[in-house]
């Protein structure tokens, strides 16, 4: 029996799917303008976690996951630029074809964390239709007005706003910064499709003039279309509960009438060093950059599943640091069971399914998981252990099939290689070629070879 936590009712409950054995299920993508961080990457392994749980608890999931490619403002409210018409202007392409880079990185990504890909993969721009018919739709209920800009919920018409976050929408609007538009009825009123400047990059036609839609709507346009009018759990990092998610529910919500999601589930933030990722504080670093500093992706999925989703997880590269060793003696010790010949007793066995399975039930509980692997691979060797352990891996998906002897020499490049290399960028950066080259020799020198990658290098053992 799956217990997950509700952030709607803050309590732990039981899973039980509308559908049988099918579990609907949505979650909010990523907005392809940039590469993803370390920090939406924890969330998609969060979301991956669920799924394999699900998956390994016997029932079948119909997932859906949006790509972001229009409507994403610069705040979440409905200020500033479009992110992809801001991204696309500074590199000089065209939106399509930031959203194509970005979105085939993305999967990239997914693939070396061992992310499964939702069923079904939904890009906005794809869906406009959907969207303005949704929009028409809560005009005619009277949940929608038009203004100069554009057309806006009134959230005056939905008294249960504020549901999810708990937030008294008086307070909330008390604390909001001075308010732009004067045709809005209510401050917290939020844009369902906005009217096109006609230098605006991306507009496609309506019934209101050429325009674009609001971020909120995708999801609600999306899940609807593909999950139909109830399903049984929506996912997402905490920093939508207040306004994405809350929008989200106000929009379907009133369109239905009835409630749309039964369990939503956040998974809380990861800070670096302490604090907030910020591009200003150059500490959003990208799976790629931890390769190029030596480590395996599936140690960054390790670090990640040894904390729990709703905890914050610092990362730190003594941290990450530790999550590699951790993974590659999780790997060395599973070897001598994968090499054994030896039985196991039946009841050992199944102590240990017990408890593994009680872990991940408990609201996936992963760091309990895999301290009961850990104290499995302390047992006498045996090749069912091994095949346990296998089993476990459909949860945790760390690859847990290549484990290998003790490796030579498994440690991670040293720090004093990593600065010449960032100094040799940044040489390169300034055409600095002969300090480039020698960099490049003192790099050899500590017995490492360094390559130019897109982001930045990478080192490799000579
Ligand atoms: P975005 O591409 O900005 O829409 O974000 C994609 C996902 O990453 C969303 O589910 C966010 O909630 C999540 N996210 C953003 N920053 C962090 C962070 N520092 N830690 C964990 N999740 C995050
Ligand atoms: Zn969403």
Same mark, same amino acid.
């Given at each position: 029996?799956l217990?997950?936590?509700?952030?709607?009712?803050?309590?732990k409950?039981?899973?039980?799917?509308?559908?049988?054995?099918?579990?609907?299920?949505?979650?909010?993508?990523? @907005?392809v303008?940039n590469?993803?961080?370390?920090g939406?990457?924890r969330?998609?392994?969060?979301?991956d976690?669920?799924?394999?749980?699900?998956?390994?608890?016997?029932?079948?999931?119909?997932?859906?996951?949006?790509i972001t490619?229009?409507?994403?403002l610069?705040?979440?409210? *409905? !200020?500033?630029?479009?992110?992809?018409?801001?991204?696309?202007?500074?590199?000089?392409?065209?939106?399509?074809?930031?959203?194509?880079?970005?979105?085939d990185?993305?999967?990239?990504?997914?693939?070396?964390?061992?992310?499964? %890909?939702?069923?079904? +993969?939904?890009?906005?721009?794809?869906? +406009?239709?959907?969207?303005?018919a949704?929009?028409?739709?809560?005009?005619?209920?009277?949940?929608?007005?038009?203004?100069?800009? /554009?057309?806006?919920?009134?959230? /005056?018409?939905?008294?249960?706003?504020g549901?999810?976050?708990?937030l008294?929408?008086?307070?909330?609007?008390?604390?909001?910064?001075?308010?732009?538009?004067?045709?809005?009825?209510?401050?917290?009123?939020?844009?369902?499709?906005?009217?096109?400047?006609?230098?605006?990059?991306?507009q496609?036609?309506?019934?209101?003039?050429?325009?674009?839609?609001?971020?909120?709507?995708?999801?609600?346009?999306?899940?609807?279309?593909?999950?139909?009018? @109830?399903?049984?759990?929506?996912?997402?990092?905490?920093?939508?509960?207040?306004?994405?998610?809350?929008?989200?529910?106000?929009?379907?919500?009133?369109?239905?009438?009835?409630?749309?999601?039964?369990?939503?589930?956040h998974?809380?933030?990861?800070?670096?060093? $302490?604090?907030k990722?910020?591009?200003?504080? $150059?500490?959003?670093?990208?799976? *790629?950059?931890?390769?190029?500093?030596?480590?395996?992706?599936?140690?960054f999925?390790?670090?990640?599943?040894?904390?729990?989703y709703?905890?914050?997880?610092?990362?730190?590269?003594? $941290?990450?640091?530790?999550?590699?060793?951790?993974?590659?003696?999780?790997?060395?010790?599973?070897?001598?069971?994968?090499?054994?010949?030896?039985?196991?007793?039946?009841?050992v066995?199944?102590?240990?399914?017990?408890r593994? !399975?009680?872990?991940?039930?408990?609201?996936?509980?992963?760091?309990?998981?895999?301290?009961?692997?850990?104290?499995?691979?302390?047992?006498?060797?045996?090749?069912?252990?091994?095949?346990?352990?296998?089993?476990? *891996?459909?949860? =945790?998906?760390?690859?847990?099939?290549t484990?290998?002897?003790?490796?030579e020499?498994?440690?991670?490049?040293p720090?004093?290689?990593i600065?010449?290399?960032e100094?040799?960028?940044?040489a390169?950066k300034?055409?600095?070629?002969?300090e480039?080259?020698?960099? %490049? !020799?003192?790099?050899?020198?500590? $017995?490492?070879?360094?390559?130019d990658t897109k982001?930045?290098?990478? =080192?490799?053992?000579?």
């Amino acid at each position: 029996m799956l217990k997950v936590y509700n952030t709607l009712t803050r309590q732990k409950e039981e899973l039980c799917p509308l559908k049988g054995n099918t579990v609907t299920m949505y979650s909010c993508g990523p @907005t392809v303008y940039n590469y993803a961080h370390i920090g939406n990457l924890r969330t998609y392994v969060f979301m991956d976690m669920l799924r394999r749980v699900l998956r390994y608890d016997g029932y079948k999931i119909k997932g859906v996951m949006n790509i972001t490619d229009v409507g994403h403002l610069l705040s979440d409210g *409905d !200020d500033g630029e479009d992110k992809m018409a801001k991204a696309a202007k500074e590199q000089k392409k065209s939106p399509q074809e930031i959203a194509a880079y970005y979105t085939d990185v993305f999967f990239k990504d997914f693939a070396r964390l061992n992310i499964g %890909r939702p069923e079904v +993969i939904a890009k906005a721009t794809d869906h +406009i239709d959907e969207m303005i018919a949704y929009v028409q739709d809560l005009l005619q209920k009277g949940y929608a007005y038009e203004t100069s800009d /554009g057309i806006y919920f009134d959230i /005056g018409k939905f008294p249960a706003y504020g549901k999810l976050s708990r937030l008294n929408l008086d307070d909330q609007i008390a604390g909001a910064r001075v308010e732009v538009n004067a045709e809005k009825r209510h401050p917290a009123d939020f844009a369902l499709w906005k009217k096109a400047e006609k230098n605006h990059i991306m507009q496609w036609p309506s019934p209101w003039g050429m325009g674009y839609p609001g971020w909120h709507i995708e999801c609600s346009a999306m899940s609807r279309k593909y999950l139909g009018v @109830t399903f049984d759990i929506h996912t997402g990092g905490v920093d939508h509960i207040p306004v994405h998610h809350e929008n989200e529910i106000a929009q379907s919500e009133a369109r239905e009438g009835c409630r749309t999601v039964n369990v939503w589930m956040h998974g809380e933030f990861m800070l670096v060093d $302490g604090g907030k990722m910020s591009k200003s504080l $150059g500490n959003t670093y990208t799976i *790629d950059q931890l390769h190029a500093r030596g480590y395996d992706p599936l140690a960054f999925r390790y670090f990640c599943l040894n904390a729990h989703y709703r905890k914050k997880l610092n990362f730190t590269f003594e $941290g990450m640091d530790a999550a590699q060793t951790a993974y590659d003696r999780l790997l060395e010790a599973l070897y001598k069971h994968k090499q054994s010949a030896e039985d196991c007793d039946e009841s050992v066995l199944q102590s240990y399914k017990d408890r593994f !399975d009680a872990a991940v039930n408990d609201d996936l509980n992963l760091p309990l998981a895999l301290g009961v692997l850990w104290t499995m691979t302390k047992e006498k060797p045996s090749h069912k252990l091994y095949a346990l352990a296998l089993e476990f *891996d459909k949860v =945790l998906g760390l690859n847990l099939h290549t484990a290998h002897p003790p490796k030579e020499d498994d440690a991670p490049v040293p720090a004093e290689a990593i600065a010449l290399a960032e100094q040799r960028l940044a040489a390169r950066k300034n055409k600095d070629w002969a300090e480039s080259d020698r960099l %490049r !020799d003192a790099i050899a020198a500590l $017995g490492y070879t360094v390559a130019d990658t897109k982001e930045g290098f990478s =080192l490799h053992k000579k």
